[in-house]
């Protein structure tokens, strides 16, 4: 018995503290979940941490700097260790998270925001402790993911809790420059702008501000930058840097754009000698420069440029009521000038000029603006001109030689002109409004000059007229005196002709009767002959008869009469059958009756 009592002990005796050993072991196991961090809280420990410090780096008491992952984990004893399981930090897509760090090194003067050390995206606090991370607001952020990281050390800014501490969310979305937008970069951090400028001056190599480290490192200041940001998605932290989207500078079709820059490099003039009134520089420098912006839209930092537009076509400027559409003779009026008669009279003058795209660069470094070219030079070049030359013509030479000055006023302007780099088109005299009552007289003059006119017209008509009626009436006793000349004439040639005629009857008459004499003489001696032959042959008796049956039968003489009465036995019928023979003599036949 005793030997197995000793044998039963020395098996408790060994096997109770393994146990106990092996309970403590799993006492001390604890379980991440795939989602969550674990946060160490050590309770007590031989070291404590030193004033000023919240995160433990040396296994002293409080918030331990090295977190837990997901899984299982040995050895933290529930009595000396206490393990938060915290969500892990997720950043939706298209935004991006702030970081605040609660410890660190202090931030040097002249800074506002924490640099940038290598820390795994503040997942390794450890890291950021011992290379020197600052606490405060820091320069570097997340962007969309998840994240663990220890929120004993960091405080992470997301757009779900933007709102407690005081941030828009807005501010955490990824800033987006439309494709015809420019951002202007105005940086909250980095040295101070030199007195004499305006705006930090480029530096390179910080990715467009998305690393404002680099930025800090290669010497950037803040404020307003020289350099834009061009269209794109860019991940830029909201207290390190404000982005203004603005539109591109658009230059239209006939026109180029003159910058003048207020920040770059050096001024360097590079318009040469013969260019005294003012100078030009290269494309950033600060000045004006000497090349022109071509029509199209372009990435220009308004806040620290100005471009001037000027029309590169025909300008025409209007000393009159009336303005162009682009409004740069607004305040240019009628040109009172004063003859050489003492008469005031208005003039509306209409000047066309031209400024050449390499020229545009000239005007402005020698006038400013294209609004101060019209106001200062061309104002006073034209107005004087008109005011001077004036004195030397009446107004009735500005009325009746009006083209010729309009000649001489355009070639003494495209002569001045042309000392300002401007090409002077042409100038051209509109309306010219006299004295009214100097008008009046030449209006009284003229309608007297006119009616004067009309009445000499009318009494040449006069003249004409009655010209034309002593013409008519000389022409109709002309037609009479030529008409009895002419009756004359006929009468004579009347006469002349009846006298032929009875001298041709005459002799035609003493012709035909000795023809006739002849004939007859011809004819009774051939008859004779004929009537002696007739008498010999035949005899006196029987060709006497034969010549009275001739004759009857020549004059168609009636021998037999034609109703013959015969009297009837008793003679009662024979009158009475001959009228009726008589009458159906006379009748005529019936048609179809024999």
Known sequence: MKTIFLLAFQYWFITLPVLGIIALYFISCVYIPESKVGIVIKRFAFKNLQPGEIIALNGEAGYQADTLAPGLHFGFWIVQYHIEKVPMIRVPQGELALIVAKTGAAIPPGRIL???????????????????????????????????????????????????????????????????????????????????EIAGPIVTGHDNFQNPQAFLTAGGHRGLQEQVLLSGQWNINPWFAHIEPVPMFEIPIGHVGVVISYVGKAHLDISGPEFKHGDLVDVGHKGVWGTPLLPGKHPVNTRIMRVELVPTTNIVLNWATRTESHHFDAKLSSITVRSRDGFAFNLDVSQIIHIGSNEAPKVISRAGSLQNLIDHVLQPIVGNYFRNSAQDYTVLDFLSARSQRQSEAASHIEAALREYDVEGIDTLIGDITPPESLMKTQTDRKLAEECRKTYEMQEAAEKQRQQLVRQTSLADIQNQVVGAEQGVNIAELHATAAVKKS???????????????????????????????????????VYGMLQAFQIIADKNLRVVPDVLVNSGPNGQNGILDALMAMMTKQRPALPGVN
């Open 114 to 196: 924490a640099r940038t050390v290598d820390c795994d995206h503040f997942q390794d606090a450890r890291a950021f402790l011992k290379h020197g991370g600052e606490k405060g607001r820091q320069l570097g952020v997340i962007t969309a993911g998840s994240y663990r990281i220890n929120p004993a050390l960091f405080t992470v800014i997301t757009s779900e809790n933007a709102h407690q501490t005081g941030l828009d969310p807005h501010l955490l979305r990824i800033m987006h420059v439309d494709p015809d937008r420019v951002g202007i970069v105005t940086t909250l951090d980095g040295m101070p702008i030199e007195q004499t």
């Open 503 to 541: 001298e041709g009857e005459a002799a035609s008459t003493r012709l035909r009767a000795s023809g006739e004499a002849e004939a007859i003489r011809a004819t009774g001696q051939a008859k004779a002959d004929a009537y002696q032959a007739g008498v010999t042959s035949l005899g006196s008796d």
